[in-house]
């Protein structure tokens, strides 16, 4: 099934700047190219440190060096030191290195940002942990970052201390009066911590959209990026319909099916075939996010275009939907949604990891297991 010719999408892509110059990028910044040189340089340095460190723990360092006696027993902490300072130099070198490309690329973004009027950074406003990709932390983890006194629920806005635990590079955003751009397309990069609750996937390109009001708890897993199902509870998954489960499966909180089809309408439906079935789509509290795989810079004017097309096509549909749904289990309908429907239920982290570990020992001990069976007979 193809994608229906759209012009305005093929308006979007034309609007991309065909090409970026080197010299538009040393004239955007005229220090880039020799801050790049020294990062060079710095790898360099980085290469001999290695070496140095190699040596000294494999041979220990020439004999012509001629080191005190006093120092034989410091080798194995200079060698140490040497790593140390090999890792920095890399990282510091590669990031000089990187910065004119780095920059070449946020040109291109910044150009088409000005034909469509939109800002554009290359670090953007970091969305809310909230729902799955976003990597909500679970009621316990709530709780016991309360206990840790907020040490990772910094404020990022007026009073505004919830955790942010993915940032935003080359972002593309609409400003809001909130705390959170009204829409947002940008690449987005997991920097929490080794406890941090985090999401199906540590990098991504997304949409982030605001919709008119709070909805029920949606995520719609495409079938031709790679399923995500072991994040959420089996029973929540839900049948639409026509052909719209052959191209996603859908989940919806226990109770909440009949939600799900006042929401997601034929034509809805249609729309997110159409336009958005590479996708991941999740809807949480009043936001649309969409998740793309695709973030590389090769994949930017395309995946751009086509996330930016969505907000105008598909999203309107369904904050047209979103304006006359009401929950009546809610104390509010028109506006609020009952604690039941606000999340999905996901598989506690401890279990995944369980269910992962029994699944490599059945692939690594089946071998020896089936051996053992046929030896029996």
């Known amino acids: 099934m193809s994608a229906p010719v759209d012009d305005r999408l093929a308006q979007f892509r034309a609007e991309w700047p ?32 290695g070496a140095l460190a190699f040596s000294a723990l494999s041979v220990g360092f020439p004999k012509s060096w001629q080191l005190p006696e006093a120092l034989d027993g410091a080798i194995p902490f200079v060698a140490f030191l040497l790593i140390l300072i090999t890792m920095a130099l890399a990282v510091i070198g590669l990031v000089a290195l990187a910065r004119p490309f780095e920059l070449r690329r946020l040109i291109a973004f910044r150009g088409f940002a000005r034909e ?5 950074s290359l670090d953007g406003p970091a969305p809310v942990s909230r729902g799955v990709f976003f990597a909500e932390p679970s009621e316990t983890q709530r709780a016991t970052d309360r206990l840790r006194s907020g040490a990772r629920s910094r404020a ?8 942010r635990l993915f940032g935003t590079r080359f972002a593309l ?55 995500i199902r072991g994040t959420l509870s089996g029973s929540q998954r839900i049948s639409l ?29 249609a729309g997110l075939i159409d336009y958005g079935r590479h996708w991941d ?6 936001l649309l996010i969409v998740v793309s795989n695709r973030f590389r ?10 996330l930016l097309r969505f907000s105008e096509t598909v999203a309107e549909s369904l904050a047209h939907q979103t304006r006359t749904y009401s929950d009546p289990r809610a104390d509010r309908p028109r506006t609020e949604v009952a604690p039941a429907g606000r999340r999905l239920r996901r598989v506690p982290a401890v279990w995944a990891t369980a269910i992962g570990v ?20």
């Not at 469509?116 to 554009?120: A, K, P, T």
């Not at 990022?156 to 955790?163: I, V, Y």
């Not at 789509?281 to 009043?286: A, G, L, N, S, T």
């Open 18 to 49: 065909r090409r970026v110059t080197w010299r538009e990028v040393g004239g955007s910044d005229a220090g880039v190219f020799r801050r790049a040189l020294g990062g060079a340089g710095l790898l360099l340095l980085a290469a001999l440190t």
């Open 116 to 120: 469509r009027d939109l800002n554009c």
């Open 156 to 163: 990022t806005g007026a009073g505004d201390t919830r955790p």
């Open 173 to 227: 955003w609409r400003a809001s009066s909130g705390w959170e751009p009204d829409l947002q397309i940008a690449v987005a990069r997991y920097r929490g911590g080794k406890s941090d609750p985090k999401g199906p996937r540590i990098a991504f390109r997304f949409l982030q959209l605001r919709l008119p009001r709070t909805l029920p708890h949606l995520l719609l897993d495409s079938r031709s990026n790679g399923r």
């Open 241 to 269: 319909e026509g052909d719209f489960d052959r191209w996603f499966v859908a989940h919806a909180p226990g109770g909440y099916e009949r939600d799900a089809l006042e929401i997601l309408t034929p034509d809805v439906m």
């Open 281 to 286: 789509i999740e809807v949480v509290d009043d």
């Open 297 to 306: 810079r090769r994949s930017d004017r395309d995946e751009t275009a086509a």
């Open 358 to 377: 029994a699944v490599l020992v059945v692939w690594l001990g089946y071998p020896f297991v089936l051996n053992w069976l046929l030896d029996l007979n």
